[in-house]
């Protein structure tokens, strides 16, 4: 996270002497990312942080992979994805590769018996149905539809949900995940041409300081493996940190969509980068203004990237049959584009409601068993003039 937070109560100087109120000290960390190259914050702890009493055991949670080489065109019906009352148990694996793994997740109930972190990737969850609070060691943050919550690797959390009725898309990422490069300077300050600016990424404002000592699960996935450890002190008995690394949020809604008089390719879209996919907003906006201009996109060959659409609300011009919670994915290796009919019914139409996330990723990727349980298999022949022929 490319600017500086501060939260809660830090000494003058790092690495320093900091008491508690009975003249005992308050215990240093350095959450760092990238060896000591990255972003990084420094949290003092009620309790020393490295209070292993015992780790219970692990389990498996690697996708399994239905297809490994993919050339094909698929739909995916992501509302079909079953509900489940624990939020690690709702999320379901569809579509993955070396750098990044693409979830669904239905979740009913607020995680109450354990904390969760995610040692292995960045987390990069869209709120698509559902409200509630993100609780981490380094504060909270308070989300709703349209909400994106990036996660750093390492970070502790609880997610509370406001009713049971929640739809989230989740990217995992083994790369961090950055605003573009080309809207910061060499500061990291964002841009004026930026669609977003620093006034849009909401950070933690309530830090959750307990000093308890007991039993406490962290439910630890490392190298897709989830092991339950138990710690005995509360995760969360920071009582200040600052630096850069942290969780936030960003509302789809706060991005100022980038337009043209004719036809702007889908990087004018870019929200999120890593050096293994980019993430895109596609939002409500005013089509191209030349009196000429095709609003449909022209069918192109994303030849090294394969293109994956989830498909939030609106009216998705260039495609037919596509619902909310549906998800494309365009493989790299042969073109696509817009739906027979698409291309001739959008000129002429000044604005779209499309509300859409798009994820490209630089390798291909591979469908998983629970990809295929929610699969339509005749969707790469819906560009033929007579469907399914
Ligand atoms: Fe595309």
């Known amino acids: 996270m490319p600017f500086y937070h501060k939260l809660g109560k830090i000494p003058h100087k790092r690495h320093t002497i900091f008491k508690k109120p009975d003249g005992s000290l308050y215990y240093e960390q350095l959450f760092g990312t990238i060896g000591f190259d990255g972003m990084s914050s420094n949290l003092y702890h009620e309790h020393r942080p490295t209070q292993v009493k015992e780790i219970k055991g692990s389990y498996n949670v690697a996708p399994k992979i239905a297809i490994e080489n993919n050339l094909k065109s698929y739909r995916f019906k992501g509302f079909q994805v079953v509900p489940a009352p624990d939020y690690l148990e709702s999320r379901k694996a569809v579509l993955t590769n070396q750098d990044c793994t693409i979830i669904l997740a239905s979740p009913q109930n607020t995680t109450q018996e354990y904390f969760y972190k995610n040692a292995d990737c960045d987390e990069l969850i869209f709120i698509h149905k559902g409200s509630g609070k993100l609780r981490t060691h380094l504060g909270n943050l308070d989300f709703k539809y349209g909400d994106y919550l990036l996660i750093p690797r390492g970070t502790i959390y609880k997610i509370d949900f406001d009713d049971e009725n929640n739809r989230l898309f989740i990217v995992e990422s083994h790369r961090p995940i950055y605003t573009p490069k080309r809207y910061r300077n060499h500061f990291g300050q964002l841009l004026e041409h930026s669609p977003f600016c620093e006034r849009d990424l909401r950070q933690p404002y309530e830090l959750e300081t307990n000093d308890e000592k007991g039993d406490f699960l962290i439910k630890i996935k490392k190298n897709k493996e989830i092991f339950d450890t138990v710690y005995a002190t509360h995760p969360f008995d920071v009582v200040g940190y600052d630096g850069y690394n942290y969780p936030y949020a960003f509302s789809i809604h706060d991005f100022e969509p980038i337009t043209g008089r004719i036809h702007q390719p889908p990087p004018v879209h870019q929200t999120f980068e890593t050096d293994a996919f980019v993430v895109c907003s596609f939002c409500p906006r005013l089509y191209d203004y030349h009196p000429e201009s095709i609003p449909a996109p022209y069918s192109h060959s994303n030849i090294?990237?394969?293109?994956?659409?989830?498909?939030?609300?609106?009216?998705?011009?260039?495609?037919?049959?596509?619902?909310?919670?549906?998800?494309?994915?365009?493989?790299?290796?042969?073109?696509?584009?817009?739906?027979?009919?698409?291309?001739?019914?959008?000129?002429?139409?000044?604005?779209?409601?499309?509300?859409?996330?798009?994820?490209?990723?630089?390798?291909?990727?591979?469908?998983?068993?629970?990809?295929?349980?929610?699969?339509?298999?005749?969707?790469?022949?819906?560009?033929?003039?007579?469907?399914?022929e």
């Open 304 to 388: 090294d990237s394969d293109e994956v659409l989830y498909y939030v609300d609106g009216d998705f011009m260039s495609r037919n049959d596509i619902e909310a919670g549906h998800i494309s994915l365009h493989p790299a290796g042969i073109p696509h584009g817009p739906h027979p009919g698409a291309v001739e019914r959008s000129i002429g139409q000044t604005e779209t409601e499309e509300l859409a996330v798009m994820v490209d990723t630089f390798r291909p990727l591979q469908v998983t068993e629970e990809g295929m349980k929610i699969a339509d298999d005749f969707y790469h022949k819906s560009w033929l003039d007579h469907k399914h």
